[in-house]
Nanobody
Framework: QLQLVESGGGLVQPGGSLRLSCAASGNNADYYAIGWFRQAPGKEREGVSCISPGSTRINYTDSVKGRFTVSRDNAKNTVYLQMNSLKPEDTAVYYC?????????WGQGTQVTVSS
C-alpha cells in the first residue's frame, strides 16, 4: 500500500507563490504516477497535474499551464507542485493521489487560500 501526505498549503496574496509537497511511503513508491487534484467549495474536483515515474511524462490542466510546475524527487519519494502567480480562483483543497496497476491512493489534502 501507499501512504500520501500533502503539506505546504496556506494563505497567500494574489500573485504570490506556494510549493506543495506530496510525500509518499510504502512499497514501490517510486513506481506510482502521482496526480495533483483540487476541490473548491461548491465545485467539482478537478485534476491539476500529473507526473509519471521517472518524470518522463508531465501534464497540466489548461488553467494552470505556465504558472504551476510539478517535479519529482525520487530520492525523497516526494512530488512537488510549485505554484506561481496565484489567483483567487486557485483557492481550494489540494491533494495528491498515487496510481499503479489500477490501485489508487489519496492523501488528506492541504488548504490553499489566495486572498488579499
Amino acid at each position: 500500500q501507499l501512504q500520501l501526505v500533502e503539506s505546504g498549503g496556506g494563505l497567500v496574496q494574489p500573485g504570490g507563490s506556494l510549493r506543495l509537497s506530496c510525500a509518499a511511503s510504502g512499497n514501490n513508491a517510486d513506481y506510482y504516477a502521482i496526480g495533483w487534484f483540487r476541490q473548491a467549495p461548491g465545485k467539482e474536483r478537478e485534476g491539476v497535474s500529473c507526473i509519471s515515474p521517472g518524470s518522463t511524462r508531465i501534464n497540466y490542466t489548461d488553467s494552470v499551464k505556465g504558472r504551476f510546475t510539478v517535479s519529482r524527487d525520487n530520492a525523497k519519494n516526494t512530488v512537488y507542485l510549485q505554484m506561481n502567480s496565484l489567483k483567487p480562483e486557485d483557492t481550494a483543497v489540494y491533494y495528491c493521489n498515487g496510481f499503479l496497476r489500477g490501485n489508487v491512493y489519496w492523501g488528506q489534502g492541504t488548504q490553499v487560500t489566495v486572498s488579499s
